[in-house]
């Protein structure tokens, strides 16, 4: 990843209006870190978790809910009040 794990972390406001910590990579980001387009299985996520991992994000992208949307690929956090 050429940017810091900081440079990719975001709001994402759910259906409720809550707001998450979130983290999104773009698509670019997700293509040189896989080395092809993300296919949509459990192991392309399983290396961008690593890959986010080893640049300094937090644990709680092992559990995250993510999603995929014409951005990128991202992992939604606790709210921001900090409660799960």
Same mark, same amino acid.
């Given at each position: ?8 972390? #975001? ?5 409720? =209006? +809550? $707001?998450?910590?979130?983290?999104? %990579? ?5 293509? @040189? #870190? ?5 296919? =949509? +299985? $459990?192991?392309?996520?399983?290396? %961008? ?5 080893? @640049? ?21 956090? @606790? ?6």
């Amino acid at each position: 990843m050429a940017r810091k794990i900081d440079e990719y972390r #975001i709001t994402y406001t759910d259906l409720h =209006g +809550t $707001a998450h910590e979130a983290i999104q %990579l773009p698509w670019s980001v997700v293509r @040189s #870190i896989l080395g092809r387009e993300h296919r =949509g +299985t $459990a192991e392309d996520d399983a290396v %961008l978790i690593e890959r986010l991992l080893e @640049s300094g994000a937090p644990e709680w992208v092992r559990t995250a809910d993510g999603w995929a949307d014409e951005h990128g690929w991202g992992l939604i956090g @606790s709210d921001v009040a900090g409660e799960e």
